[in-house]
T-cell receptor
Framework: KQEVTQIPAALSVPEGENLVLNCSFT??????LQWFRQDPGKGLTSLLL?????REQTSGRLNASLDKSSGRSTLYIAASQPGDSATYLC?????????????FGKGTLLTVNP | SQTIHQWPATLVQPVGSPLSLECTVE??????LYWYRQAAGRGLQLLFY??????ISSEVPQNLSASRPQDRQFILSSKKLLLSDSGFYLC??????????FGQGTRLTVV
């Protein structure tokens, strides 16, 4: 059974700082790994998808890396802004028989202070 | 483009009442569909997933059931709600093993 751990659970930084969010997972037999953002009371917004054969993926100020063999992924946010404040969730995907299942950790609550 | 609709956004129901939450996807065909629940202070828990019409897999034994009467429609139901059914329910879809997309969620409070 896939287990996902995200560290830190919460992070508060001043605006403009670069930061790293960590994700670890126990089952390395994944199809891919997604990073999501969740604003309070809202659904999840997909940020980045890294295929299992890839090492990293970039979108704007976001860069995600994947070390599948060690069961780790990091999300790097450059030049953080108050609008980046949200909960960030990582989700590795595995096969459940013939199905495709996403497992989630509890996320990292990020607060960027102006 | 693909979109996912989930309703209602909020719901307050008494204990013992029935439940029906609906999710529909537009702009794709034969998606994998998922129901997740997010309880306060906990991660997202996969409740049900479906790979086709009438095909439902349950992840956690519980008071809830799911149905997929049409290709892009996924319904979460209960005959009698319990207090422990309160939470934030999220529907999601994915095409094969590609990127997954989530709806805006339903906040269910059982009183």
């Amino acid at each position: 059974k896939q287990e996902v751990t995200q560290i830190p659970a919460a992070l508060s930084v001043p605006e403009g700082e670069n930061l790293v969010l960590n994700c670890s997972f126990t089952d390395s037999a994944i199809y891919n790994l997604q990073w999501f953002r969740q604003d309070p009371g809202k659904g999840l917004t997909s940020l980045l998808l890294i295929q299992s054969s890839q090492r990293e993926q970039t979108s704007g100020r976001l860069n995600a890396s994947l070390d599948k063999s060690s069961g780790r992924s990091t999300l790097y946010i450059a030049a953080s802004q108050p609008g980046d404040s949200a909960t960030y969730l990582c989700s590795p995907s595995n096969s459940g028989g013939s199905n495709y299942k996403l497992t989630f950790g509890k996320g990292t609550l990020l607060t960027v202070n102006p | 483009s693909q979109t996912i609709h989930q309703w209602p956004a909020t719901l307050v129901q008494p204990v013992g009442s029935p439940l029906s939450l609906e999710c529909t996807v537009e702009g794709t065909s034969n998606p994998n569909l998922y129901w997740y629940r997010q309880a306060a202070g906990r991660g997202l828990q996969l409740l049900f997933y479906s790979v086709g019409i009438g095909q439902i897999s349950s992840e956690v034994p519980q008071n809830l059931s799911a149905s997929r009467p049409q290709d892009r429609q996924f319904i979460l139901s209960s005959k009698k709600l319990l207090l422990s059914d309160s939470g934030f329910y999220l529907c999601a879809w994915a095409r094969g093993t590609t990127e997954a997309f989530f709806g805006q969620g339903t906040r269910l409070t059982v009183v």
